[in-house]
């Protein structure tokens, strides 16, 4: 009729582990982002640590997309986006005549932007240079030059840019402006 359980034949489980010991790379920067939520956390600093805690939320969100955020360069990206956001909010603040609202987000601005001057990138002459120096070898060649060839022959594989620390829309900037002049 009924089987005891004591007596029925157990499977040999196996120990699966679910979780992956390898974690995704993170930026250096995000190792003082979160040492900066802890000492925000002590020091009961709300605008800060609200700023933090939106930053690592997002990147933390970002690890289950399809471009996970890695280097200092897609989190200086992040940064200024989130930065841009906050001085439009603030604009339309203003505009509204809500200056709580508008400081709070001016203080955001002035906090985003203090991480983001902690990201070395090139300067803006080095780029120049290079991108200069790149749309002179597509000449010689041959090849009518227009931005999309020459970004793509800056952050190919060996290309003048790969690994470099040059953030992509001011490259692509000023390869536009460079193209329109020659």
Avoid: C, H
């Amino acid at each position: 009729m009924f089987r005891s359980l004591r007596l029925a034949p157990r499977l040999p489980l196996r120990s699966v582990r679910w979780n992956s010991t390898a974690s995704p790379a993170s930026p250096p920067l995000m190792g003082k982002i979160r040492t900066d939520l802890k000492v925000a956390m002590r020091a009961k600093d709300k605008d800060r640590l609200n700023v933090l805690r939106a930053l690592i939320s997002e990147t933390n969100n970002s690890v289950r997309t399809a471009s996970p955020i890695q280097t200092d360069l897609q989190l200086l990206s992040l940064i200024r986006k989130r930065a841009a956001n906050a001085k439009e909010a603030s604009k339309q603040f203003a505009e509204a005549e809500r200056p709580d609202l508008q400081e709070n987000e001016d203080k955001q601005v002035a906090i985003l932007e203090e991480y983001a001057g902690q990201v070395e990138t090139m300067s803006l002459d080095d780029v120049k240079q290079i991108v200069s120096q790149e749309i002179a070898k597509l000449q010689e060649g041959g090849n009518k030059t227009n931005v999309g060839l020459v970004l793509k022959a800056l952050f190919a594989p060996g290309g003048a840019l790969d690994g470099k620390p040059a953030e992509r829309s001011e490259v692509a900037r000023i390869a536009k402006e460079l193209v329109a002049a020659a």
